[in-house]
Each structure stands twice: as C-alpha cells, then as structure tokens.
C-alpha cells in the first residue's frame, strides 16, 4: 500500500466551528507533515511529526492543532478559522531521517471557511 | 537560505512537442532534487528524484539531470500527450541547519497540452 489517505475530501465550516481532518498511512513511515496549499502557489509547509513528536512548526497559528495519535494516523484539529484560511490541506508521509527520501502526499482536504 | 526557481507558466503546446521545463536552485551542501506533478484537483505526485551530481531520475518519458555544475535540474519530456497537462513543481530537500529534510517548492510552471 503506497497511499496515503485523507479525509474528509472536501469541508466548508464557519468562523465558529471546530472541525478536524484526518490523515492515514501504511507504508510504515515515520515522518508525516501537513501542508497548505492556495490556488496557483506550491504547497507552504506547516508541521512535520518525527516518530510520533512534533518536530517543526513553521509558526503555524494556534487555531490550527495537529495530532498524531499513533504511526499511522495524523490529524489536524481546526478551530475559530478565517475566511483567509480557506485553502487545500495536504498531508505527506516519508521514511524519517534521510534528505533524499521523498514525500508521497495525500488528495488533499478542500477547506471553504465562510 | 535555500531556493528553487522555475519558469514561470503556463507553458502551451501541442501533443507530440517536446517539453522543457527549466529549474535552478540555490543550496548550501548537496541537496536531493525532485520534481513532482499536480492534477487538476490532486494532491502532488513524485515524477522523479536525483540525490547526486550528475545523477539523472526518469520516469513516464520524463527525465533530468542533477547538474552541479550549473545549479540545474531541469525537466524534459520527448513527446508530450493530453495527459500530461498539470502543474510541475520543482523542490530540493538540504541536510543543513533549519532546512534540514524540508522540500522548498519552486512557485510552480503550469503546462496545456492542446490536441
């Protein structure tokens, strides 16, 4: 299994909502990242886990809290959002530890907040 | 610090035409090197990788060469289809300081392969 999954695939919640997106592997990585991506520009990174611990968080905003329950599953927990965090969500799984290793990313989570 | 520049898009041709898409980067040490491919609609894709100088990735008639060199890794493809209509990003991946395992993208060249 060469996927990763993500879900939901598409969210529209409103400035007061408390959501979550959740993100799935099997490939045995241990390195899993979330990423925002705007229409038209590459994807800005947001936080990498490294087995399991929270390695970098690129000054992410607090309404924004990831969660990485076990190996395999990473979430992304949303909270009093702005209409300027509207966005596609990606996340990403690797082998931890090496340059080289690349990135296999999900489909992306399509977010509207309103 | 670390950075990729692409051409800028979007990049039109005709099926059958040859494609090149041109990226250098700027890096302290010996980064890995990637290109990876957006759908409409998708998430990103790995086309290929190189990890040394003078290595060369390939995959689905796409190629390019890690060049030293000239700070290069550029993409090409012989013989482009329909298909191959998508967003092409550029990324390295450095071992050093606080750029350690991150990919900085390149903005992105969006390729239209007309019939």
């Known amino acids: 299994d060469t996927e990763v999954t993500q879900t939901p695939k598409h969210l529209v919640m409103g400035m007061t909502n408390k959501k979550s997106l959740k993100c799935e592997q099997h490939m045995g990585h241990r390195a899993m990242y979330w990423y925002k991506q705007k229409a038209k520009k590459p994807p800005e990174l947001m936080f990498v886990y490294s087995y399991e611990k929270l390695s970098i968080n690129e000054s992410v905003p607090s309404r924004f809290s990831p969660e990485c329950p076990n190996s395999s599953l990473l979430n992304l927990h949303l909270h009093a959002l702005q209409p300027e965090d509207s966005a596609l969500y990606l996340c990403?799984?690797?082998?931890?530890?090496?340059?080289?290793?690349?990135?296999?990313f999900g489909p992306g989570t399509r977010l509207t907040v309103l | 610090g670390n950075s990729v520049t692409q051409m800028e898009g979007p990049v039109t041709l005709s099926e059958e035409a040859f494609l090149t898409i041109n990226c250098t980067y700027t890096a302290t040490g010996y980064p890995s090197l990637f290109w990876y491919v957006q759908y409409p609609g998708e998430g990103l894709q790995l086309l290929l990788k190189?990890?040394?100088?003078?290595d060369k990735g390939s995959n689905k008639g796409f190629e390019a060469t890690y060049r030293k060199e000239t700070t290069s890794f550029h993409l090409e493809k012989g013989s482009v289809q329909v298909s191959d209509s998508a967003v092409y990003f550029c990324a390295l991946s450095s071992a050093y300081g606080d750029s350690w395992g991150k990919l900085q993208f390149g903005a992105g060249t969006q390729v239209v392969v007309t019939p």
């Open positions: 190189a990890t040394k100088a003078d």
């Open positions: 990403a799984s690797s082998q931890a530890g090496g340059v080289g290793n690349e990135q296999f």
